[in-house]
């Protein structure tokens, strides 16, 4: 059996994450979750790499408290080194008994130290404190400490909401400020741009001449987002393509090395382990690499050491030698390989698309005529990256209950450049899960249950489109 792409514990699944670099590796503490019922208390566990590709499963490092305690779930937060050398984890404590006067439980900043390069904390309950007058004391979460040079003060951002306003958009990212990470003064919000019900998981990085400001939000299209300024004060910028990945990547938060900088999230699970299933919290890790264009906006790939673990091609037979041309300009075509493909493969296409094409992409785990399949399709026409998927569900007998006014998983539009010209559209499938990148730039991921074996395949509908490259490889260690 080949090892995972995408970390998951054999116990349970992987919810936020929370990365931290140490000594050239990532120490990647993430909420367990455990789906069992009555729901156990949450626990940061905790799972390192160094090279991306291969991970080491800790188990619990921090542990949630008991069904009295303020932290029975020991929710998102941030570490930090203090020049001393000693670690503070911040963290949400949250207890489901333990309510606000809204009657909703309250959300408090906890605080952990370690003094042996983490592995034991040692909590102090003494530190706790909830949300100022002014907020939701059940929003008062995700705390995001970091130093601010100008300043000489620590910052710890917190997701958080006013108690007042439009209900919707009542989101603002709050902010304490501390000179010993001991004692914290609340002061004005770090960002509040009343758009969103709240923005999850705050992170923020300087890089080069900009800072960037990471956040997650369920308002309208439960995605991560980021924004850019030329100081951690702002103003925020927003960019062209603002989000990190699509609907199934969520709750991203970053760690930097060696200059580059990478985005950790979860691909959420779905509900049956089906493809309509509703989407879950938590599911598997996954990693995308920022690539900081000239502008200072950001595209996401894969890094290069998970594309290189995929190092042994896989043959397959086209219909035609490369580079083939498909050229449909009413029409529709398809070329499907031969062989079936294994489940866990790194496939790369090099479309290079004439002006006015509909649509072009790859077919995953198709039938061997292209009808039955996942549909990574590039829609020039519209700027965009969909997953699709064919047969939908099936509503009844008649020819017409194919769900065919279901366009496809609209979570999972990607916006993305797609101008007449060469374009790559790399894709890593493991199992269930899929992620696809256009151009080192945009990334989708996603879940893939109902089809479960199949072939690969390149079309074209309404243009012309030639395939200049196909590469496919896989893993062969254990």
Same mark, same amino acid.
């Given at each position: 059996?080949?090892?995972?792409?995408?970390?998951?514990?054999?116990?349970?699944?992987?919810?936020?994450?929370?990365?931290?670099?140490?000594?050239?590796?990532?120490?990647?503490?993430?909420?367990?979750? +455990?789906?069992?019922?009555?729901?156990?208390?949450?626990?940061?566990?905790?799972?390192?790499?160094?090279?991306?590709? &291969?991970?080491?499963?800790?188990?619990?490092?921090?542990?949630?408290?008991?069904?009295?305690?303020?932290?029975?779930?020991?929710?998102?937060?941030?570490?930090?080194?203090?020049?001393?050398?000693?670690?503070?984890?911040?963290?949400?404590?949250?207890?489901?008994?333990?309510?606000?006067? +809204?009657?909703?439980?309250?959300?408090?900043?906890?605080?952990?130290?370690?003094?042996?390069?983490?592995?034991?904390?040692?909590?102090?309950?003494?530190?706790?404190?909830?949300?100022?007058?002014?907020?939701?004391?059940?929003?008062?979460?995700?705390?995001?400490?970091?130093? $601010?040079? #100008?300043?000489?003060?620590?910052?710890?951002?917190?997701?958080?909401?006013?108690?007042?306003?439009?209900?919707?958009?009542?989101?603002?990212?709050? &902010?304490?400020?501390?000179?010993?990470?001991?004692?914290?003064?609340?002061? %004005?919000?770090?960002?509040?741009?009343?758009? !969103?019900?709240?923005? %999850?998981?705050?992170?923020?990085?300087?890089?080069? /001449?900009?800072?960037?400001?990471?956040?997650?939000?369920?308002?309208?299209?439960?995605?991560?987002?980021?924004?850019? =300024?030329?100081?951690?004060?702002?103003?925020?910028?927003?960019?062209?393509?603002?989000?990190?990945?699509?609907?199934?990547?969520?709750?991203?938060?970053?760690? %930097?090395?060696?200059?580059?900088?990478?985005?950790?999230?979860?691909?959420?699970?779905?509900?049956? #382990?089906?493809?309509?299933?509703?989407? &879950?919290?938590?599911?598997?890790?996954?990693?995308?690499?920022?690539?900081?264009?000239? $502008?200072?906006?950001?595209?996401?790939?894969?890094?290069?050491?998970?594309? %290189?673990?995929?190092?042994?091609?896989?043959?397959?037979?086209?219909?035609?030698?490369?580079?083939?041309?498909?050229?449909?300009?009413?029409?529709?075509?398809?070329?499907?390989? +031969?062989?079936?493909?294994?489940?866990?493969?790194?496939?790369?296409?090099?479309?290079?698309?004439?002006?006015?094409?509909?649509?072009?992409?790859?077919?995953?785990?198709?039938?061997?005529?292209?009808?039955?399949? !996942?549909?990574?399709?590039?829609?020039?026409?519209?700027?965009?990256?969909?997953?699709?998927?064919?047969?939908?569900?099936?509503?009844?007998?008649?020819?017409?209950?194919?769900?065919? +006014?279901?366009?496809? /998983?609209?979570?999972?539009?990607?916006?993305? #450049?797609? =101008?007449?010209?060469?374009?790559?559209?790399?894709?890593?499938?493991?199992?269930?899960?899929?992620?696809?990148?256009?151009?080192? &730039?945009? =990334?989708?991921?996603?879940?893939?249950?109902?089809?479960?074996?199949?072939?690969?395949?390149?079309?074209?509908?309404?243009?012309?489109?030639?395939?200049?490259?196909?590469?496919?490889?896989?893993?062969?260690?254990?």
């Amino acid at each position: 059996m080949k090892r995972s792409v995408f970390f998951q514990p054999a116990d349970g699944w992987v919810g936020d994450l929370i990365p931290f670099e140490k000594d050239g590796e990532f120490w990647l503490f993430y909420l367990h979750e +455990d789906r069992s019922e009555p729901k156990p208390g949450t626990s940061w566990n905790l799972v390192t790499t160094k090279d991306l590709t &291969q991970f080491e499963d800790h188990g619990v490092s921090l542990h949630h408290g008991s069904e009295t305690d303020l932290d029975f779930n020991a929710y998102t937060g941030s570490i930090v080194t203090d020049k001393s050398g000693v670690h503070h984890l911040f963290y949400t404590g949250q207890n489901p008994r333990n309510l606000g006067p +809204d009657g909703a439980p309250l959300q408090l900043v906890m605080h952990a130290t370690s003094t042996d390069g983490m592995r034991t904390w040692h909590k102090h309950p003494e530190h706790t404190f909830g949300a100022p007058a002014g907020y939701e004391s059940g929003d008062w979460r995700d705390p995001f400490v970091f130093w $601010d040079d #100008n300043k000489n003060l620590w910052r710890m951002l917190l997701a958080a909401r006013h108690s007042s306003g439009p209900e919707r958009r009542r989101g603002v990212i709050a &902010q304490c400020l501390s000179a010993d990470l001991m004692t914290w003064q609340h002061t %004005e919000p770090f960002w509040d741009p009343r758009r !969103y019900i709240t923005h %999850e998981c705050p992170d923020v990085f300087a890089w080069g /001449d900009w800072w960037y400001m990471v956040y997650s939000e369920f308002s309208e299209t439960f995605t991560t987002r980021y924004r850019m =300024a030329k100081s951690p004060d702002g103003p925020w910028m927003v960019p062209a393509l603002d989000s990190i990945d699509g609907r199934a990547f969520y709750a991203s938060k970053t760690a %930097e090395r060696d200059g580059r900088r990478f985005f950790f999230g979860w691909i959420a699970s779905k509900e049956g #382990n089906t493809d309509h299933g509703p989407w &879950q919290w938590a599911g598997t890790m996954s990693v995308l690499e920022a690539l900081q264009n000239p $502008d200072g906006t950001l595209g996401f790939s894969f890094a290069d050491e998970l594309v %290189e673990s995929f190092w042994e091609d896989v043959p397959v037979s086209l219909s035609g030698a490369l580079p083939a041309r498909l050229e449909v300009p009413d029409g529709y075509t398809a070329m499907v390989s +031969d062989e079936e493909l294994p489940q866990q493969f790194y496939a790369k296409a090099v479309l290079d698309i004439t002006p006015n094409t509909t649509e072009c992409g790859l077919l995953l785990r198709s039938s061997h005529d292209g009808d039955h399949s !996942y549909v990574l399709r590039l829609e020039p026409k519209r700027d965009r990256l969909v997953l699709d998927r064919w047969p939908r569900t099936i509503t009844g007998d008649a020819q017409w209950h194919v769900s065919g +006014d279901v366009p496809f /998983d609209v979570e999972l539009e990607r916006p993305c #450049n797609l =101008a007449p010209g060469e374009h790559t559209l790399e894709v890593i499938v493991d199992g269930d899960t899929c992620v696809a990148v256009v151009d080192r &730039q945009v =990334a989708l991921s996603a879940r893939i249950y109902d089809l479960d074996t199949g072939r690969i395949g390149v079309f074209a509908g309404e243009g012309t489109v030639t395939l200049t490259e196909l590469e496919i490889r896989q893993r062969t260690d254990n």
